[in-house]
């Protein structure tokens, strides 16, 4: 029984992947779970996983965590400007515990995108190639839940803030990238591979404003605003000052494409389309 760690268990991408993993038939019993707090874990060890206490920031912890791990679905860290030092700390952990394949949630086009939030995932890529361990590169564009998040608002104030102008996003649901790393961290024959993944139908903020009209039944445009702008109405909404910087700076990398995925990775991994902008937006809604 191959023995998976899950990084990021109670995140919304690494708690969909343990979803998409138990959904494929793996026996909960060989899953493992790195959370940071017990407590938030509890609804994992009721469904029989093992849920393992650690921090990117922990060495010890990491250490304790890998122990008889095969294969690992290493999730990146939500702390931006930290995560070079603690991806290598992951890194590092597994090559002493011997892990036998880790599958690395990155972002589109690592090694040339413009994107602020690149360099780190980069980093990390180069950590993983200079360990030896065997990897397969899970190069995520942004998530449809970035816009539906905001649905509610949107749809109160009729408008949909952005600053990507008519760029084209290949967003798609968190769901359907964990089931894509469910299925990569399971696979035996992807070592070594990169994945750009992204939905099959990639779509313009005017065109999701539009979507969420027709969905929502109501009047929704888009507003495009600078980088400056879009960034202060994001702290208006409650977001921190630098992370609502990165979110408006690759906003604006839309523009250029630096979202853009035409591979068709993501449904090929699947074995089925993307879900389409509708139905994330009617799901976003519910």
């Given amino acids: 029984m191959t023995s998976i760690l899950v990084t990021g268990a109670t995140g919304r991408l690494g ?30 060890a009721d469904l029989g996983i093992d849920v393992r ?10 250490d304790l965590a890998l122990k008889g791990v095969e294969r690992l679905l290493f999730v990146s ?48 890529e180069r950590a993983l190639a200079a360990s030896g361990l065997p990897h397969v590169l899970l190069r995520n564009s942004w998530y449809v839940e970035n816009y539906t998040g905001q649905a509610a608002q949107q749809i109160e104030h009729g ?4 600053a990507a102008g008519d760029g084209r996003v290949s967003a798609a649901t968190r769901a359907d990238y964990a089931e894509a790393a469910a299925v990569a961290v399971l696979s035996d024959d992807l070592a070594g591979q990169v994945f750009e993944l992204g939905a099959d139908e990639a779509f313009t903020l005017g065109e999701y404003a539009a979507t969420l009209a027709e969905v929502a039944g109501a009047p929704v445009a888009y507003r495009d605003l600078s980088v400056d702008d879009y960034t202060a109405a994001l702290v208006g909404a ?49």
Wanted: zero cysteines.
């Fill in 15 to 44: 708690r969909l992947a343990i979803d998409a993993l138990l959904a494929r038939g793996v026996d909960p019993a060989s899953v493992s779970a790195l959370v940071r707090d017990a407590d938030r874990g509890r609804d994992l």
């Fill in 53 to 62: 206490v650690g921090s990117y920031d922990d060495l010890g912890s990491l």
């Fill in 77 to 124: 860290g939500s702390e931006v400007g930290r995560r070079v030092e603690q991806h290598g700390n992951v890194v590092d952990a597994a090559v002493r515990a011997g892990v036998g394949l880790v599958a690395y949630t990155s972002i589109t086009r690592a090694d040339t995108s413009p994107l602020g939030l690149a360099p780190e995932h980069l980093a990390t």
């Fill in 159 to 162: 408008v949909v803030l952005g």
């Fill in 238 to 286: 409650g977001l921190p000052e630098g992370y609502a910087r990165a979110l408006a700076e690759s906003d604006a990398g839309l523009r250029d494409g630096a979202l853009l995925v035409e591979t068709g990775d993501l449904s090929r991994l699947l074995g089925r389309p993307t879900t389409p902008l509708a139905e994330a937006v009617r799901s976003g809604l519910r």
